[in-house]
């Protein structure tokens, strides 16, 4: 639509129409987008030579599994004996309670028949009411 020209009833041309007049004459001007000449051939050309210096790179690198098998035997022990620390930790605070060694190793509540029964989990009966 030409800004110039009144729309229908003799409203005047809105902001939003004298913009989009004024970009469709600057896209006829300008011609559709395009790349120069030998574009394609210019991006492929780098891509090839930076997949050749990676290549070049990651020859002279380690495989991964040698990495991760690496990583693992150091870190490992040290994950061990912070586990070793943290269950003597949990053993040493409940020296009092009745529990099993293993129970106070892991950090585990004690368990009775009160605790048992007294879950927070809603109990529904047959027809799906709650009891």
Same mark, same amino acid.
Do not use: C
């Given at each position: 639509?030409? =800004? ?16 989009? !007049? ?10 559709? =987008? ?10 492929? !050309? ?13 020859? !002279?690198?380690? =495989?991964?599994?040698?990495? &991760? ?8 022990? &040290?994950?061990?004996?912070?586990? &070793? ?14 529990? =099993? ?22 109990? &529904? ?7």
């Amino acid at each position: 639509m030409n =800004p110039d020209t009144p729309r229908e009833g003799n409203i005047p041309p809105t902001d939003a129409d004298i913009l989009a !007049s004024v970009l469709k004459d600057h896209r006829q001007a300008v011609g559709p =987008p395009s790349f120069r000449e030998g574009f394609s051939d210019r991006v492929m !050309s780098r891509l090839a030579e930076s997949r050749d210096r990676v290549m070049e790179t990651s020859s !002279s690198l380690p =495989p991964f599994n040698m990495v &991760l098998e690496r990583m693992f035997l150091r870190m490992a022990p &040290l994950a061990a004996a912070a586990m &070793l620390v943290i269950a003597a930790m949990n053993v040493i605070s409940t020296r009092d309670s009745n529990s =099993p060694l293993l129970d106070r190793a892991l950090g585990l509540p004690t368990v009775t028949l009160a605790s048992a029964y007294s879950s927070n989990w809603d109990i &529904l009966d047959q027809n799906g009411e709650r009891q």
